[in-house]
């Protein structure tokens, strides 16, 4: 499907075959990378709410909020920020790979990077990432820039695929 007919079928309103339900209107795109503030356990980022570029809105009612983004190549990014009090979180994408060669990607917190992938081969469904957490400490209070992007400009040995769906990203709070 290219981007005019996925355009098409968002305001078409046309019904999804899957389930039966119909899309609600796509999100607003940011303009600016939206701030979140963490509190309590958990923080769900939805990631068609980043800021972002290099990547296809995919309308999809069994997804959050019904759209995730789809990476598209090496120079997609999206980025949010979030300010977190001190303490120890782990980090999960709900994602769905394609195929096999589909099925990575990078989640940086600030600068240090961590390879987000689910089930290999993948299970052909949205599915959390719980087999790579991304888990980091923060000794005070900090406001960090999560990006989502490709590759792992530091080690070509962690670098992503392209194609992979990102639904959110979800924050939980361990410590
Ligand atoms: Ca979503």
């Known amino acids: 499907m290219d981007s005019r007919d996925l355009k098409k079928r968002i305001s078409s309103g046309e019904e999804i075959p899957a389930s039966g339900d119909k899309l609600p209107p796509p999100p607003v795109r940011a ?6 503030e963490f509190s309590g356990e958990k923080l769900q980022i939805e990631a068609e709410n980043m800021y972002y570029d290099g990547f296809q809105l995919v309308g999809d009612a069994v997804a ?4 995730a983004l789809k990476l598209l ?12 009090p001190a303490g120890s979180y782990e ?3 709900n994602v769905l790979a394609p195929s096999a060669n589909h099925t990575r990607f990078n989640l940086y917190v600030n600068r240090d ?14 599915e959390l990432t719980t087999r790579s957490p991304a888990s980091f400490t923060l000794d005070v209070p900090t406001t960090v820039t999560v990006k989502i992007q490709k590759n ?11 194609g992979m769906t990102i639904d959110y990203i979800s924050f939980k709070k361990i410590k």
């Open 31 to 36: 303009g600016e990378a939206p701030k979140y």
């Open 64 to 67: 959050s909020k019904s759209y």
């Open 73 to 84: 190549n090496d120079s997609s990014w999206a980025i949010a920020e979030v300010n977190f």
């Open 91 to 93: 980090a999960v994408a």
């Open 113 to 126: 990077s961590y390879l987000l992938y689910g089930s290999e081969p993948p299970i052909g469904k949205y």
């Open 152 to 162: 792992d400009i530091k080690n070509a040995a962690n670098n992503g695929h392209d």
